[in-house]
Nanobody
Framework: QVQLVESGGGLVQAGGSLRLSCAASGSIGSINAMGWYRQAPGKQRELVASITNDGRTNYADSVKGRFTISRDNAKNTVYLQMNSLKPEDTAVYYC???????????????WGQGTQVTVSS
């Protein structure tokens, strides 16, 4: 069994910062890309940022220059540092990872339970 557990969400004023963490645990063979998605009320889930296992990153245009994604491969953990937060960043943030279960040869997507980020104006 594989699990993703997120932490770090909360309430912050506009202009503030938050750091999200997501740790993968369980019978993990290997992990490819990891990333963060978000879903605001009434909107579709969207990619915020992703990072490959060799450190290549990709960001949504709306967060470029404000958010930074990083990972610690030894800890199977991905982080999202969010600075200069805006009210429009308010959403539930979900961690995602492409993980190969220890006895499998293929990868599949795993999702965290989500963590609420609320930015007040």
């Amino acid at each position: 069994q594989v699990q993703l557990v997120e932490s770090g969400g909360g309430l912050v004023q506009a202009g503030g910062s938050l750091r999200l963490s997501c740790a993968a645990s369980g019978s993990i063979g290997s992990i490819n890309a990891m990333g963060w998605y978000r879903q605001a009320p009434g909107k579709q889930r969207e990619l915020v940022a992703s990072i490959t296992n060799d450190g290549r990153t990709n960001y949504a245009d709306s967060v470029k220059g404000r958010f930074t994604i990083s990972r610690d491969n030894a800890k199977n953990t991905v982080y999202l540092q969010m600075n200069s937060l805006k009210p429009e960043d308010t959403a539930v943030y979900y961690c995602n990872a492409e993980i190969r279960y220890i006895t499998y040869v293929t990868y599949r997507d795993y999702w965290g339970q989500g963590t609420q980020v609320t930015v007040s104006s």
